[in-house]
């Protein structure tokens, strides 16, 4: 959870980067975003600099202003204002000056993806190919090796995803394979289809059932968690016939267990005891 500190000093950047952003097009957003996470790709592998735009020791504007040497004629007025007012910010250790240049550089791309109204067949998308990559633990382990060559594991997303999922869906996925927050690729995948979600203002629950649900089955249950959450709930279903029966809900750190699976589980730890 972010710092009083770390919250002041992204709230501020967020300000400038709307400031900045206010009339651009879908496609200036997404260059904006490619931008500042060209900078969050520097500096997860520069922990020098990091340590040097977070240095309590040095006035803000002189950080702001180490940044602005840095990059000067190689980024645009957006991503360079928008890094350096972090960089002029406080933060109460150098990786999470990282993790909130990250978070701007999505919250960017997701702005894009907002702009054109694909916001909801994104969020889906990211969830669907999540699952076929949990689906294939050969492609599951080449994607997320982090021995392998990144470029190699972007090309082989491209060639997988080409002309099956939106532009947004595709760069999402690529900003997974660098380890968004420092999570693995599947984690990483789960975290922005969350973050998808949020832009719409929703919450997602990861459904597990037996066999698919029909229309008004999922209606009732995403109305029913709407209202344990007070927000819309965006369902994630996922088939699973190994449970047996029964459903199994994940909202956040919330589990909702009822599957038959799960009761046989208790029944047979009973018997042994």
Do not use: C, W
Not at 59 to 70: C, H, P
Request: glycine letters at 8%; aromatic letters at 4%.
């Amino acid at each position: 959870m972010m710092s009083t500190v770390n919250r002041e000093s992204y709230a501020a950047a967020v300000e400038r980067l709307t400031a900045d952003t206010q009339t651009a097009t879908a496609a200036q957003l997404v260059t904006t975003a490619d931008e500042i996470l060209s900078v969050a790709r520097l500096l997860r592998g520069q922990p020098r600099l990091r340590r040097a735009l977070t240095d309590p020791s040095r006035a803000g504007a002189d950080r702001a202003e180490l940044f602005r040497s840095l990059v000067a004629g190689k980024l645009g007025p957006a991503a360079v204002e928008t890094v350096a007012t972090l960089a002029n910010g406080r933060f109460t250790r150098p990786a999470e000056l990282l993790d909130a240049v990250e978070r701007l550089g999505v919250d960017t791309l997701l702005a894009s993806v907002d702009k054109v109204g694909e916001l909801a067949e994104v969020e889906d998308e990211l969830f669907r190919f999540g699952q076929v990559v949990s689906g294939d633990p050969e492609l599951a382990v080449t994607l997320s090796d982090p021995g392998a060559a990144i470029d190699r594991r972007v090309k082989l997303v491209q060639d997988l995803l080409k002309g099956k999922v939106r532009a947004g869906t595709g760069r999402l996925v690529e900003v997974a394979l660098e380890g968004y927050g420092g999570r693995s690729f599947e984690a990483s995948l789960s975290r922005l289809v969350e973050l998808t979600a949020a832009k719409r203002d929703h919450q997602v629950a990861y459904v597990t059932v037996a066999k698919l649900l029909d229309d008004a089955e999922e209606q009732r249950l995403a109305a029913k968690l709407s209202d344990i959450y007070g927000r819309q709930v965006s369902l994630k279903v996922d088939v699973d016939p190994a449970i047996i029966g029964g459903v199994s809900v994940r909202v956040g750190p919330d589990l909702y267990d009822g599957t038959i699976l799960r009761r046989l589980n208790e029944a047979r730890q009973a018997f042994a005891k």
